[in-house]
């Protein structure tokens, strides 16, 4: 990788990218292969969920990634680089990240954060056994030709080009400097158009019975067959219009700021979208959290109901030992690649607008040879997501689950050219195609559950969604 970093506008000027272009395409001449060129360029401050919603092309595919407790937004838009596998998909993605960025040139304003080339990420829950054309593929992975960030009050574009010895460089600047030109001067017209009106929706009554599934599980777990299930549930609705993302996502991330509010297309029309609570994992610079999150309830109506829901929620039994078996999967497996969890115990609340759970944070330092792929692989699925043990527990899903996972619940996220990243579970999630839509959600099942609290928590999670649909 050739890193040219630049703290001037000289970048800025046609010629000063024509020439970096054409330098590299003399590279790609003499090698006959792509090469990626990666310009980061500052802009005046954007709101990048408004610009996704401007630029993306539903043929396409996109990505959206915000996390407004820490004001940073992403939204990368049309695909330079696209890998789509099916097996294997883990390590297909990390030879993908290897080749992508071999002899890779990168300039601009590499030290403003969120800078260069970041690849993003979504992963189906299962990885597809055969090659049958799904929704999603086990791992779609691209590195988008538009990356928009926008990072504690300061916006980047990042501008990747996949140059091959054929790529005509004049159309490549011309579009650049178009993109520029429109951030430069008419950002401040870009922005989203909240709206206060509820959507109305018909539900579509699922056939499976999610309490028959419930008693069945509290049957294997007597047994001894299983300690934990997370039993899933579908809600499909149709709507009278398309899902209409922008002001969703508006919606979500107002009322979720805690979550990583989230949507990945396929280019194909389908669009998985959601607010997860749950980080799967994070690293930078070594440094690793992963979430334990894992045991509900709902937030209350007054303060003092809060406070009394939440103080059960922290010593209830059934709770604890729930989280306990997700807290005690990821230590081990982070322990099986060489690490040393630490983690933030006592277990804490997180309190979101209408449900709480509880949380531990785990942190520790991931050595130099580990990937965060090598990371995703070892935790995905979690105990909160799948249950213990995870084998048994994913063909159970399988079995009583009469839908797809597709995306609910997996990994979903990005990762940059400095091996840096971050994944959250995808969870209070939907599928919507047009004027389709599935919701998901699910909760974990253990001694202890009783079925009609359980239905009762699934239908708190799918109305976080319910309430954002516009
Ligand atoms: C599986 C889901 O939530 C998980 C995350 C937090 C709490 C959970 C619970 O209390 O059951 C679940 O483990 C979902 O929202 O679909």
Not at 47 to 65: E, G, N, S
Not at 167 to 173: A, E, G, M, T, Y
Request: net charge neutral.
């Amino acid at each position: 990788m050739q890193v040219s970093p630049s703290r001037t506008k000289l970048l800025q000027d046609r010629r000063g990218f024509l020439n970096t272009l054409t330098s590299c395409q003399q590279d790609c001449l003499k090698t006959h292969q792509v090469r990626l060129v990666s310009f980061s360029i500052e802009i005046p401050t954007i709101d990048p969920l408004a610009v996704l919603q401007r630029w993306h092309d539903p043929k396409q595919h996109f990505f959206y990634w915000e996390k407004p407790q820490e004001s940073l937004a992403m939204a990368a838009i049309a695909p330079e680089l696209l890998l789509q596998v099916n097996t294997q998909r883990f390590t297909k993605t990390q030879q993908f990240l290897e080749s992508s960025l071999d002899q890779a040139v990168l300039q601009g304003q590499l030290d403003c954060p969120f800078a260069g080339p970041h690849f993003f990420c979504g992963f189906t829950f299962f990885e597809a056994k055969h090659h049958h054309p799904p929704l999603f593929p086990s791992g779609l992975v691209f590195l988008p030709r538009w990356q928009l960030v926008s990072y504690q009050g300061q916006s980047l574009l990042v501008a990747n080009f996949a140059l091959e010895a054929t790529s005509q460089l004049d159309r490549l600047v011309d579009a650049l400097m178009q993109k520029l030109e429109q951030l430069q001067t008419h950002a401040q017209g870009f922005h989203i158009q909240p709206t206060q009106e509820t959507i109305p929706f018909q539900c579509c009554p699922h056939t499976s019975s999610i309490e028959q599934s419930i008693q069945k599980t509290l049957t294997l777990i007597q047994t001894g067959e299983l300690q934990k299930l997370v039993l899933a549930h579908p809600l499909d609705i149709t709507t009278p219009a398309p899902l209409a993302l922008g002001q969703t996502l508006h919606r979500l991330r107002q009322r979720y700021p805690e979550c990583c509010v989230f949507a990945i297309g396929n280019g194909e029309g389908q669009i998985f979208w959601g607010a997860s609570p749950e980080r799967l994992v994070s690293l930078r610079d070594r440094h690793l959290v992963t979430d334990v999150l894992a045991g509900s309830a709902p937030r209350g109506h007054s303060i003092i109901e809060d406070i009394s829901l939440g103080k059960k929620l922290l010593h209830n039994q059934k709770d604890g030992h729930e989280h306990q078996l997700v807290l005690e999967f990821i230590c081990n497996q982070l322990r099986t690649l060489g690490m040393r969890p630490q983690t933030s115990s006592p277990a804490h609340l997180m309190q979101l607008a209408n449900i709480q759970h509880l949380r531990t944070l785990v942190s520790a330092t991931a050595p130099c040879h580990l990937q965060i792929l090598d990371i995703l692989a070892a935790l995905h699925p979690t105990p909160a997501v799948a249950g213990t043990h995870r084998d048994r527990a994913c063909d159970y899903i399988r079995q009583y689950e009469a839908f797809d996972r597709h995306l609910y619940a997996a990994p979903l996220g990005w990762i940059n050219h400095r091996g840096d990243g971050e994944f959250a579970v995808g969870i209070r999630s939907a599928l919507s195609d047009g004027c389709h839509t599935r919701l998901y959600a699910g909760a974990g099942i253990v001694a202890g559950s009783e079925p009609q609290k359980e239905l009762a928590e699934v239908e708190l999670k799918l109305r976080t969604l319910l309430e954002a649909l516009v």
